[in-house]
């Protein structure tokens, strides 16, 4: 595989990219880093979790830069343009290793672990820091847990270990109770805003975004981006073709399967929890204002009770789901819920 360059490693995506600056909602974690390193006090171990989209991987890259940069400034940020700085960026520099899964739902692997352990173990080539950044840290097997287990008890001198995890609770205590924790959760819904005024096109929605994205603005960033917000339209279009008993539960399931389900049944959720209080009369939409009027469409369809136990299927559905539950089988099953649950004020018929 080519090794990208250093202007195209800058370039590349630049919210997650190689860059000495924090984000802007990260000055007070980035400022408690830089004075322990001042007083020599860094752990050899840093755990980094928050929800996914905060900027965990942003403010770890933005350390190790610091770490190994020579001509780090006095507020203890990296240069950005040494060679050092560069290298890191370009991802060539032989103090720092960033490892992650080879594949979406892929595991870290023992063998991943123990190329990590052995380079933490030798002397650091360029003499300072020796960084391996981790991520995501509970895609680690229980092998690759126990091989970091000897680094973690016994670091060499000058190295760092940065642990990057969405589920903390999710790594095995022996591992969690060697490393510090720094928690990074999601920022004040207005510095999120602000900052992602400034890296959207002018016609998108920031906060419609903001919201969808739980409030995370990297993952707001990520929808804007990605197919995602065209995957939440086909839903709801689908879903109320089917609320009106049109539409085709097997082939949207066979569709949808592969796509990026853990959101699909978030939009779903949180659409059909906002129907629950349109039909209660109460409560702001959480689902997107854009889905305002569809949802006003649905709401005299459906009955309340029914619906408050369709949310239950749907809560269950995202659990089954985390535990490997057939995608497939799962979607239909909650598809053809939904249209039932719509069936009785269509007359009372059955699919
Ligand atoms: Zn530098």
Known sequence: MRVPSAAEAWDLRPEEAWSPEPLPWQEAAWEALA?????GRLPHALLLAGPHGVG?????????????????????????????????????????????PEGRGRP???????GAT??????????????????????MNLHA?????????????????????????RLPATVRSRCQRLDLPRPPREAALAWLRGQL??????????????????????LARGEALALRRELWRELEALARGEGDALAAAERWHRADLPALLRWWWLGAADLARLRAGAGAPRAGADLRP???????????????????????????????????????ELLLGWRELFAQTRGGRSP
């Open 56 to 100: 965990k991987g942003r403010l770890a890259r933005a350390l190790a830069l610091a770490l190994l940069c020579p001509g780090a400034g006095a507020d203890g940020r990296a240069c950005g343009v040494c060679p050092a700085c560069r290298q890191a960026a370009a991802g060539s520099h032989p103090d720092l290793l960033v490892l992650e």
């Open 118 to 139: 052995e380079r933490l173990a030798t002397t650091a080539q360029y003499g300072g820091w020796r960084v391996v950044l981790l991520a995501p840290a509970e895609a």
């Open 108 to 114: 870290l692997t023992v063998d991943q672990v123990r």
């Open 35 to 39: 004075a322990r390193r001042r007083a």
């Open 145 to 169: 847990a126990n091989a970091l287990l000897k680094t973690l008890e016994e670091p060499g001198e000058g190295s760092l270990l940065l642990l990057l995890s969405e589920a903390p609770g």
């Open 294 to 332: 569809l949802l006003g469409r649905l709401a005299p369809l459906v009955e309340a009770r029914r619906l408050h136990d369709f949310l239950q299927e749907l809560a269950r559905g995202r659990r089954r789901l985390e535990g490997q539950a057939n995608a497939r089988l799962l979607l239909e």
């Open 201 to 222: 096109p002018n016609e998108a929605d920031p906060a419609l975004l903001l919201d969808l994205a739980g409030g995370a603005p990297l993952a707001a960033l990520e």
